[in-house]
Nanobody, 124 residues
């Protein structure tokens, strides 16, 4: 049974930083992703990272501000979020994918398992 557990969310002022963690247990995915869902909006892609090699892919809205990384020994993926904006407020989810495409996945349908989510609130 695969389990993904996010942590690290909270309340932060605009311009601040937070680091989210996603601990994975069970089967090992090839790619891990971060998504977010704001109230009344669709869940959207944020970033993804390949376990082997560490290649990354970002949504344009977070490029240059967010950094995804992984610690293989801890089986944990991180999302470092800097220069946070009120529009970054959302529930953040991590997800696992078995995609072997050379292009890192960014669609919800490419991801098989999901964590329970962690709330990030950015005040103005």
């Amino acid at each position: 049974q695969v389990q993904l557990v996010e942590s690290g969310g909270g309340l932060v002022q605009a311009g601040g930083s937070l680091r989210l963690s996603c601990a994975a247990s069970g089967r090992t995915y090839y790619v891990m992703g971060w998504f977010r869902q704001a109230p009344g909006k669709e869940r959207e892609f944020v970033a993804s990272i390949r376990w082997a090699g560490g290649s990354t892919y970002y949504a344009d809205s977070v490029k240059g501000r967010f950094t995804v990384s992984r610690d293989i020994a801890k089986n944990t993926v991180y999302l470092q979020m800097n220069s946070l904006r009120p529009e970054d407020t959302a529930v953040y989810y991590c997800a696992g994918s078995f995609s072997v495409s050379p292009i890192l996945p960014s669609r919800r349908a490419d991801f098989r398992s999901w964590g329970q989510g962690t709330q990030v609130t950015v005040s103005s």
